[in-house]
Nanobody, 119 residues
Framework: QVQLQESGPGLVKPSQTLSLTCTVS??????????WSWIRQPPGKGLEWMGA???????YYSPSLKSRTSISRDTSKNQFTLQLSSVTPEDTAVYYC???????????WGQGTLVTVSS
């Protein structure tokens, strides 16, 4: 069974780049038809899909975050990463990684990690 674990700094300063890694166990990030997503939830707000990297390596981004977001992967480590540039306090959120096939994009979730943007 696939399991996901987010990791990265819990505090980032404004204007810096937020970087998070999702480590995958129990499965491969190159598994056919699987999407590997990043999702966030600001305090008191709903979930927001940020983007995904597909089994083939193609990437897709939310239009509202596309200019600041980059998702990549390291197949040798079975990890995928999120980078969000030029962060502001509005980027404070619990960040989740999730995966699933095309008809169940968010079948499996990581536990989430809180990232606070503050000076």
């Amino acid at each position: 069974q696939v399991q996901l674990q987010e990791s990265g700094p819990g505090l980032v300063k404004p204007s810096q780049t937020l970087s998070l890694t999702c480590t995958v166990s129990g499965g491969s990030i190159t598994t056919n038809y699987y999407y590997w997503s990043w999702i966030r939830q600001p305090p008191g707000k709903g979930l927001e899909w940020m983007g995904a990297i597909v089994y083939s390596g193609s990437t897709y981004y939310s239009p509202s975050l596309k200019s600041r977001t980059s998702i990549s992967r390291d197949t040798s480590k079975n990890q995928f990463t999120l980078q969000l540039s030029s962060v502001t306090p509005e980027d404070t959120a619990v960040y989740y990684c999730a995966t699933g096939p095309g008809d169940q994009l968010f079948k499996v979730w990581g536990q989430g990690t809180l990232v606070t943007v503050s000076s």
